[in-house]
């Protein structure tokens, strides 16, 4: 069964701090493995991008990595800002799985 | 980056009418565009894939003549939920693809009373 699994369902932390998101993935066939933040109420938009054959990918203060032998992706976020806030979904697949996401929220 | 638009952003109607949700790539062509519907806090659920110029691909489950898509233009595709009620009120969205990257329009709040 095609699905994407993330954990925690939600997440608090203090603005400066670090986090890691989690994402267990059994899709086929896969092609990429997607991670976006979404804002409430705005359309996701695309942090990070990788194929099989990536490890890990930056983005800015986003740094996501792919274990294609788990199944696995996390999404690291490092010093952490108020307009952090927001879901962080993971999709992967050819025909695109989006998971359920992770709610952040960055406190003051 | 690619740029994806949405009409209207939220629309509030009454049960019965037929509403019309626009989505347009701005500043590249798109041959395939996708259309989602997310209730809250949880995650996408793919509706339909739209390809320009022929008939939308729907996901099981989605019914066809109550969600009526054309892809007229490759800059261009519409979704028009017919005959609306009130389960049909959710967060509508939109996207393009551009080689790999897969761009988001800003979603349409949809509230049928």
Known sequence: KNQVEQSPQSLIILEGKNCTLQCNYTV??????RWYKQDTGRGPVSLTIM????????NGRYTATLDADTKQSSLHIT???????????????????FGAGTRLFVKA | GAVVSQHPSWV???SG??????????DFQATTMFWY???PKQSLMLMA???????ATYEQGVEKDKFLINHASLTLSTLTVTSAHPEDSSFYICSAS????????????????
């Open chain 1, 28 to 33: 086929s066939p896969f092609s990429n493995l």
């Open chain 1, 51 to 58: 194929t099989f054959s990536e490890n890990t990918k930056s």
């Open chain 1, 79 to 97: 010093a952490s800002q108020l307009s952090d806030s927001a879901s962080y979904i993971c999709a992967g697949g050819f025909k695109t799985i």
């Open chain 2, 12 to 14: 509030i109607c009454k």
């Open chain 2, 17 to 26: 009418t037929s509403v019309k949700i626009e989505c347009r790539s701005l």
């Open chain 2, 37 to 39: 519907r997310q209730f």
């Open chain 2, 49 to 55: 894939t739209s390809n320009e110029g022929s008939k």
């Open chain 2, 98 to 113: 551009e080689r790999r990257a897969q761009y988001f329009g800003p979603g349409t709040r949809l509230l049928v009373l």
